[in-house]
């Protein structure tokens, strides 16, 4: 404990994996209703039977309800521990690099522009650390495989895909992922500045966690076109040769519309989900004493 009390890194990497797995466990539904509303395979790769549930097909609320009745209500948290296996570590990583880089660059508040740079510095890092688990969870909530654990779905896919298949979609993840993070910590730098008030009174924790809501918003809608394409590399990665082929195959079965979906439940996940993960975030760092 005295080397944690010590250290403000390690502090605020614990802080951010605490966050991360509180945010991650109360928000994964949405994540898995996003996938396989991107996933437009009706059948499970591996399973013999022809009549496998189309997830994909319909709205949001017949796909939950399909989940339910065919998977009970636990089956809205499939892909739980490949997720908390990539946020422990990898919201904790991101955490720490903001901290690290905002403590020993920049000596006040970051300006907007220094804001989307050191988001977009942190979530790289720890996107580029963490895309075999990204791959692997990706796939777990999709549907199509039927992976039994994290295990072995790693050691299946490096067997038969290679190093290639553990990293396949990294450009789209990482074109998703560090503008959502540059963009969401500049609008909540900013709409923070308009709680002034409030961040010295008992109201800072709902006061953050409306900042993040609307910093959450703003990025999910510029980002989600790239979640899109992440999300079908990831899945069939043997059908793309790269991210043009992708972007030309989304266009011409879905047009314009099919860069968008799965944006509501994305939307609500990536944006409750950062709210709650910087609120829980605020309150650990100022009783630890890093702020």
């Keep these: 404990m005295e080397i944690v009390s010590n250290n403000p890194i390690l502090k605020s990497f614990l802080a951010g994996s605490l966050s991360g797995t509180c945010s991650t466990v109360m928000f994964q539904p949405l994540d898995l209703v996003k996938t396989r509303l991107q996933n437009p395979s009706p059948v499970a790769i591996g399973t013999a039977a022809s009549g496998a549930s189309t997830y994909s097909t319909g709205s949001m609320i017949s796909i939950v309800g399909r989940i339910v009745q065919k998977e009970h209500i636990f089956g809205l948290w499939k892909g739980m521990t490949p997720s908390l296996t990539r946020c422990i570590p990898g919201v904790g990583l991101y955490f720490m690099s903001v901290d690290v880089m905002k403590s020993h660059l920049i000596s006040n508040e970051p300006s907007p ?166 609120t829980v975030y605020e309150q650990l760092t100022r009783s630890i004493g890093l702020k």
């Design 113 to 278: 522009l220094q804001a989307v740079a050191i988001g977009m510095s942190a979530r790289t890092l720890s996107g580029v650390c963490l895309i075999p688990v990204t791959v692997i969870k990706t796939r777990y909530e999709s549907g199509v495989y039927n992976y039994t654990g994290v295990i072995n779905a790693f050691r299946i896919i490096y067997r038969t895909e290679g190093l290639r298949g553990l990293s396949c979609g990294l450009l789209p993840t990482l074109v998703r992922d560090a503008p959502f993070s540059g963009l969401y910590l500049m609008f909540y730098t900013q709409t923070k500045k308009l709680t002034t008030d409030w961040q010295k009174s008992s109201l800072s924790a709902p006061a953050n966690f409306c900042c993040g809501i609307v910093a959450g918003i703003m990025a999910s809608i510029v980002t989600q076109p790239a979640d899109v394409l992440k999300t079908k590399m990831q899945l069939f990665p043997q059908k793309f040769d790269g991210m043009h082929s992708v972007v030309l195959y989304v266009y011409q079965k879905y047009g314009i519309k099919g860069y968008f979906k799965g944006l509501v439940p994305r939307m609500l996940r990536r944006t409750l989900m950062a709210a709650m993960a910087w």
